[in-house]
């Protein structure tokens, strides 16, 4: 089992950056695939960007150009690179993980056993 712990979120201008960081707790964290979703207000919850085990990267088109997902495995850390924010990226931020593997549907909620309480990120024009 694994605990994450979302840290980073922030207000910020369009066009600035943030990094989001998700610490996690417990074993095997080199075997867990891992994720960040956003929910915005009245909002379905939906991917940002998946990282696999082995370091495969898949990111939703919102995202792509502009956020980088990356992940340290001696640090049992997650982390969002976020630049050129718009206030649409507005939203909730999670952080998610699964054991079991997420090369069939890496951007379904459903593929992830484990969650964050998340960090909010708030981009205003």
């Known amino acids: 089992q694994v605990q994450l712990v979302e840290t980073g979120g922030d207000s910020v201008q369009a066009g600035g950056s943030l990094r989001l960081s998700c610490a996690a707790s417990?074993?095997?964290?080199?075997?867990?695939?891992l994720a960040w979703f956003r929910q915005a207000p009245g909002e379905e919850r939906e991917a940002v960007a998946v990282i696999e085990s082995v370091g495969t990267t898949t990111y939703a088109d919102a995202v792509k150009g502009r956020f980088t997902v990356s992940r340290d495995n001696v640090k049992k850390t997650l982390y969002l690179q976020m630049n050129s924010l718009k206030p649409e990226d507005t939203a909730m931020y999670y952080c998610a993980a699964t054991l079991f593997g997420c090369i069939s549907y890496p951007l379904s909620q459903s593929t992830y056993d484990y969650w964050g309480q998340g960090t909010q990120v708030t981009v205003s024009s």
């Open positions: 417990g074993y095997n964290y080199i075997r867990y695939c």
